[in-house]
Nanobody
């Protein structure tokens, strides 16, 4: 059974930094796309950043220049380095992966990790 587990969330002051991690485990034959999404209270889940298996990345305009997404393909890990955090970045952050497992290619989501930016 494939699982995505996020870690690294927490409370940080405006201007601070956090690094989120996502570990994909289980029987995985390959991971095509991975990404981070976030959902603030009362809002829909929105894309933060994505990274393909060949290294292409994409960012939401609101995080460009502040957040950096990266992958460790050998270990099936995904990271999100978040700098210059703002109160508007407060949300539950979810890891996403499109991967090939025993049941074929499917989309998987982690359980989410809370990020709170507040003084």
């Amino acid at each position: 059974q494939v699982q995505l587990v996020e870690s690294g969330g927490g409370l940080v002051q405006p201007g601070g930094s956090l690094r989120l991690s996502c570990a994909a485990s289980g029987i995985i034959f390959g991971i095509k796309n991975m990404g981070w999404y976030r959902q603030a209270p009362g809002s829909q889940r929105q894309l933060v950043a994505t990274a393909t298996s060949d290294g292409n990345t994409n960012y939401a305009d609101s995080v460009k220049g502040r957040f950096t997404i990266s992958r460790d393909n050998a270990k099936n890990f995904l990271y999100l380095q978040m700098n210059s955090l703002k109160p508007d970045d407060t949300a539950v952050y979810y890891c996403y992966a499109q991967l090939r497992g025993l049941v074929g290619t499917a989309d998987y989501w982690g359980q989410g990790t809370q990020v709170t930016v507040s003084s």
